[in-house]
């Protein structure tokens, strides 16, 4: 094997999790033991499946789609998850290309326990979550957007697993809707109950949830690591600049703050349907601005560019 090229490995699907009406986690097993490899919290794989999907003739057109996805689960475990979100609907048909772009719909209805999926792995040099691994940062106030909580997982189940209560972590966690908009009985938040459990459970982990379009629920929580709140961070109920951290935390200087999410979440930045970009606020300017964090203190994970709808 040519040293430029990134090793595969073959893991099978173990189990399959519903998280919300549109995200699943996977449950994956190295298939042997040269298909196991050590990782780091904070860092991700790319999966490889060979897939069915229709194309604008009418026909359908199978070929092998890969997708990067945040590992899930702490590298002291042995079983393998990834949580998976739909990012297209099933049967959307791309007019540039005119055949099928999306990944996660065909998966769920193609894939199934038992299966194998091919994998590769390229080990990051410094994960956002890095500082964390090393134990040079141990007080965690970790900003998710909606489908940025997967590293938190991992670093949840680092933690239950080390038993080391020098780390703590509150995870400040933004979702538009508690329910889903179809089913207003069926949760939109993933991990939620799980992360009401390891709440409860961990002595050291704090979970803030705050919906940003959500004017109807209304939510207690009896548990004094568990909050509830409405609208954006760092603002409060009137629309005044709200110190977030502090409010919530209490410990801003030695705080560490990794950021996952959208450009959106994390600096502002969107793109228009027009192709231009807008540049506003972030998580990243407001806990430098409001809250007074040094950059030092920060770290992002970026999935995609927000797209103005």
Known sequence: MSKSQ???????IKDKIKETPDSYTYVFSPFSASDRFTF?????????A???RPISSGGVEEAQVERAYSI???PTRNDIELTIKDEKPFGYINPVIGKA????????????????????????????????ATGAEKDIAYWSGSNGAECARCLLQYMEDRRDLNLKLVLFYSNPRLYSLENKKSVGVIYYNWLLDMARKLDNFKV???????????????????????????????????????????????TFNPICGSSGF????????TGSIARGRGI???LMEIEGVKPEKIDKEQFYLDVSK
């Open 208 to 254: 803030v949830f705050t919906f940003t379009k959500d004017s109807e629920t209304t939510l207690y929580s009896d548990h004094p690591r568990i909050y509830y709140r409405k609208g954006r961070f760092f603002k409060d109920e009137e629309g005044n600049a709200e110190r977030t951290l502090q409010k919530f935390h209490g410990n801003v200087e030695s």
């Open 6 to 12: 990134t090793p595969m490995f073959e893991w099978q």
């Open 72 to 74: 899930a689960s702490s």
């Open 284 to 286: 990243m300017q407001d």
């Open 50 to 52: 060979l897939l069915k």
């Open 266 to 273: 994390i600096n502002g930045i969107v793109k228009l349907k």
């Open 101 to 132: 772009d999306g990944f996660a719909a065909y998966f769920f209805e193609q894939f199934k326990v038992g299966d194998k999926v091919s994998v590769k792995y390229t080990k990051a040099r410094e994960p956002f979550l890095a500082k964390i």
């Open 40 to 48: 780091n919290i904070g860092e991700f794989v790319t999966i490889r």
